[in-house]
């Protein structure tokens, strides 16, 4: 193991606890305790994943949130005592990777570190490691660029997060075929899925809200309501 963690959390006592149990887990964890103290701290060294509160003094964990996520693509655990469906739908519109909500239990926080950053290093490893596999892939006039992580619409690049990118990859890969929300679920998020559609809600709006000219109406993905979600048909 040995990942290096950025802890990014006011509360010194919880910050420590976090810590040293990660510690034990095996991963390197620096803590800081405020926004702007974090910003500098990413920039200058290299991180397998940030735990971020959104509470945060001098710069709110939202602002450093978007900060990151507009230079980098490193998975990002928000940590949070706000727990109601808007909180989460908008750490996640900002680019966040996962949610756990105060108080969590240490067992599953782990959990949930371990899997966001075998997620990412899957990602990193299927995009570089078969020369064989096609890298390019397009739907209309979107295209994927799997190896160089890119994504053209009309020629424009679209920004999308890690999970967006995903999702996106394996709709154009697997036109007019059908994906439950659970099945979007095992496949982009590699673990099973416990009936949290929030989630998956979120990313989907995000993910149209970047491709589709009228999201309300999307020409590209469209919803199979009580089923789930297809590339292309109507």
Do not use: C
């Not at 990014?8 to 103290?37: C, N, P």
């Not at 969590?104 to 949930?112: G, T, V």
């Not at 993910?207 to 297809?230: A, C, F, Q, V």
Request: charged content about 30%.
């Amino acid at each position: 193991m040995g990942e290096k963690l950025l802890i990014i959390e006011d509360d010194v006592e919880i910050s420590k606890m976090v810590a040293d149990y990660l510690e034990q887990e095996g991963y390197h964890s620096t803590v800081v305790h405020d926004g702007e103290q974090a910003l500098p701290l990413f920039d200058s060294e290299n991180f397998d994943l940030v735990l971020l509160d959104l509470m945060l003094p001098k710069l709110s964990g939202l602002e450093v949130l978007q900060r990151i996520r507009d230079k980098s693509r490193v998975p990002i655990l928000i940590i949070s005592a706000k727990n109601s469906e808007v909180d989460k739908a908008l750490g996640l519109r900002f680019g966040a990777d996962d949610y756990i909500a105060k108080p969590f239990s240490l067992l599953e926080l782990a959990a949930r570190v371990h899997s966001s950053i075998r997620r990412a290093t899957q990602y990193s490893n299927s995009s570089t490691g078969n020369e064989m596999e096609e890298k390019r892939f397009s739907y209309e006039d979107i295209i994927v660029d799997s190896e160089n992580y890119i994504v053209l619409k009309h020629n424009k690049e679209i920004k999308l997060t890690a999970k967006e990118f995903q999702i996106l990859k394996l709709f154009i890969q697997n036109p007019q075929r059908v994906y439950t929300k659970a099945q979007l679920y095992q496949l982009v998020w590699n673990e099973e899925y416990y009936g949290d559609k929030n989630v998956i809600n979120v990313h989907m709006r995000r993910l149209r809200e970047k491709i589709e000219d009228d999201p309300s109406n999307p020409r590209y993905i469209h919803t199979l309501w009580g089923i789930g979600y297809r590339m292309g048909g109507q």
